[in-house]
């Protein structure tokens, strides 16, 4: 059940939530490489993988079970549009800490998605209050378009971070640049700092 309170993203809270280089759009842009994937969510699983104790793999059923927030946030793509005033219902992040033990080697994430898509956070990125694996935004449920059936959501980075069609996430002592990083993005992705590119 979705719980009631709403988490604020803080960058909405800001005086002007526009980053430099960012234009303001209504929209909301389909933007990724390649095709859409086709997601049977009957064999869709979500694997916790690497520097954890147990790994552990849910099945879509599972997940949906998961204890529910909702995020109020602000997203910016690198492409430089940004939109504001979203809202996303899903499981928080912090919740991989109750589904295993996180060993303390750990230092990153490597979020793993459909078809072969990966990208890297710190642990300290990953877990932020308003980060989250969502399976709706504005109170609809999520489109293939967009991520289907479940995307990540990381609302102080640029867009690219928020994986679409999300199937795990590994566990890592060292940093692993991914999809976007490893084709000259910027390995961190600040869009205050303007963090677009390498």
């Known amino acids: 059940m979705a719980s009631e309170e709403i988490i604020r993203s ?20 389909i933007l990724h490489y390649g095709s859409v994937p086709s997601i049977n969510v009957s064999r869709w699983t979500f694997t916790i993988s690497g520097l954890v104790e147990p790994q552990r793999k849910l099945t879509y059923d599972e997940f949906q079970k998961l204890p529910r927030i909702k995020v109020f946030s602000d997203i910016h793509c ?5 939109k504001l005033d979203n809202l996303w219902e899903g499981v928080s992040t912090k919740v991989i800490k109750d589904l295993t033990r996180i060993l303390p080697e750990a230092r990153f994430v490597i979020v793993h998605a459909a078809p072969d898509f990966t990208t890297n956070l710190t642990l300290d990125d990953f877990f932020a209050d308003d980060v989250l694996f969502t399976f709706k935004h ?15 959501v990381v609302p102080r980075l640029y867009f690219w971070k928020s994986a679409k069609w999300v199937t795990g996430v590994e566990f890592t002592a060292k940093d692993r640049p991914g999809f976007w990083e490893g084709r000259g993005y910027h390995n961190h992705g600040d869009p205050w700092l303007e963090e677009r590119y390498s």
């Open 138 to 152: 504005d109170n609809e449920s999520l489109t293939p378009e967009h991520g289907y059936p479940m995307r990540l």
């Open 78 to 82: 690198v492409t430089r549009w940004s």
């Open 10 to 29: 803080p960058d909405t809270l800001r005086k002007n939530r526009i980053p430099p280089g960012q234009e303001l759009t209504i929209k909301f842009p």
